[in-house]
């Protein structure tokens, strides 16, 4: 089964680069790293997340939505277990007012979503 991926608008929050992976099935899967927004055939949508977590470990991770608050401390714990791992990214997303913002957990820092979207695509040419 093939499948061809690719940025749609967010039906949520409108941010351009909401991931689409459609299936030569017919399956469609969505997922916006900014407000977490999701959509798969089998658990429907998730409409109204608190925003979205992504956690790298070794080059191999994980990302999802984040649907109360406990979730972003049980993040947090987690993070603090496995500092023998090489974690490269560990992040989630928030919104205040009208703006998203990314804090990030290994550097300790909060910013506007767009400037650390910015900020990877600058590390990853450089990383080439």
Same mark, same amino acid.
């Given at each position: 089964?093939?499948?061809?991926?690719?940025?749609?608008?967010?039906?949520?929050?409108?941010?351009?680069?909401?991931?689409?992976?459609?299936?030569?099935?017919?399956?469609?899967?969505?997922?916006?790293?900014?407000? /977490?927004?999701?959509? $798969?055939?089998?658990?429907? =949508?998730?409409?109204?997340? +608190?925003? %979205?977590?992504?956690?790298?470990? *070794?080059?191999? /991770?994980?990302?999802? $939505?984040?649907?109360?608050? =406990?979730?972003?401390?049980? +993040?947090? %714990?987690?993070?603090?277990?496995? *500092?023998?791992?090489?974690?490269?990214?560990?992040?989630?997303?928030?919104?205040?007012?009208?703006?998203?913002?990314?804090?990030?957990?290994?550097?300790?820092?909060?910013?506007?979503?767009?400037?650390?979207?910015?900020?990877?695509?600058?590390?990853?040419?450089?990383?080439?």
């Amino acid at each position: 089964m093939s499948s061809v991926m690719s940025n749609i608008p967010c039906p949520n929050c409108k941010y351009e680069g909401a991931i689409c992976d459609a299936y030569s099935n017919g399956d469609e899967y969505v997922f916006c790293e900014r407000c /977490g927004f999701s959509y $798969s055939p089998e658990e429907g =949508e998730m409409k109204n997340p +608190l925003g %979205s977590w992504c956690c790298l470990i *070794k080059g191999a /991770g994980q990302v999802g $939505s984040i649907d109360n608050k =406990e979730f972003i401390k049980s +993040l947090k %714990s987690h993070l603090e277990g496995d *500092k023998e791992k090489e974690i490269d990214e560990c992040w989630f997303t928030f919104k205040k007012g009208k703006q998203w913002y990314v804090h990030d957990l290994i550097a300790d820092r909060i910013m506007p979503f767009g400037r650390f979207k910015a900020l990877q695509r600058v590390v990853q040419e450089l990383e080439r």
